[in-house]
């Protein structure tokens, strides 16, 4: 009697196996390419928006702007220029965008130091 139990079980195993049942749905591969230039130009027309606009200055250095060194030159450049368009008037509504997308084109076609010889942060 144990051993057709066993039998029937290990058949039940089997058949369940095989019976077409739900099955986990193949894993999709998301590749997510961002654009990094994209990226550069919305932080610095973010950033030089919001400092032209005579912001509250709330203290926070590049790093906690989410820029890099370069990055940050580039928006300070860009805010100066802005500010001289001011004076003379008003700065036409696309060119806080040209500009910053030409500096972040720029920045993007640097090469990149793939080691540091000096210590400190890389």
Do not use: F
């Not at 702007?65 to 003379?88: P, V």
Request: with cysteine.
């Amino acid at each position: 009697m144990a051993g057709r139990l066993l039998v029937g079980a290990a058949l039940a195993v089997v058949v369940a196996g095989c019976s077409g049942g739900p099955s986990a749905p193949p894993v999709a591969s998301t590749t997510s390419t961002v654009d990094p230039v994209a990226v550069c130009v919305n932080q610095l027309v973010y950033w030089a928006k919001d400092i032209l606009g005579n912001a509250k200055d709330t203290g926070l250095d590049y790093q906690e702007m989410g820029l890099d060194g370069d990055q940050y030159e580039a928006l300070q450049a860009l805010i100066d220029e802005a500010r001289k368009h001011q004076s003379g008037g008003t700065v036409p509504p696309d060119w806080l965008q040209q500009q910053a997308k030409a500096a972040c084109t720029t920045l993007a076609a640097k090469p990149k130091p793939t080691t540091s010889s000096r210590p400190g942060w890389p």
